[in-house]
Each structure stands twice: as structure tokens, then as C-alpha cells.
């Protein structure tokens, strides 16, 4: 499959995917009731996980991988 083709097919699952997070949101949105704070807080709460995930990934990575070692001597 092209590089093009793929891309789009993970977009369009990323995008038709609708979890409760989304479709809170929406809700909120389409009954313009606190629809400005239900965002903010999702963004803020994804935002925070995120970076919780990286850090934890990165924490253990160069503590059990030899490559993460490696690159922890290496910074």
C-alpha cells in the first residue's frame, strides 16, 4: 500500500473513532451547556496522560532496554 494511502486510512480511524471522551465533548457542544470546560478539561487531562506516558516509557526503556542505556550514556 502507498505511503499516501496509508496515512489517509490512519487518519479516517483516528477521526471516525468516536470513544466517550469524544462523544462527551460533543454532547456537551451540541446542547451549549459548559461546552468551553468540558473541552479544556479533556485537553488538559489528555495532555497530562500523555506526558505521564512518555516520561513512564522513557523511564523504563532506559532502565530494562540496552538500547536505552545506551542512549542515556549517550546524552
Known sequence: MPPLLR???LDLSLIVAIGPQ???VLRHGL???FA???AL?????????I??????CRRVTRRWCW???WWARRS
Open 36 to 38: 468551553l470546560l468540558a
Open 22 to 24: 469524544n462523544a462527551f
Open 7 to 9: 496515512g489517509l486510512s
Open 41 to 49: 478539561a479533556c485537553a488538559l487531562c489528555d495532555t497530562l496522560l
Open 67 to 69: 538500547p536505552g542505556r
Open 31 to 33: 446542547t451549549r451547556r
Open 51 to 56: 506526558t505521564l506516558g512518555v516520561l513512564g
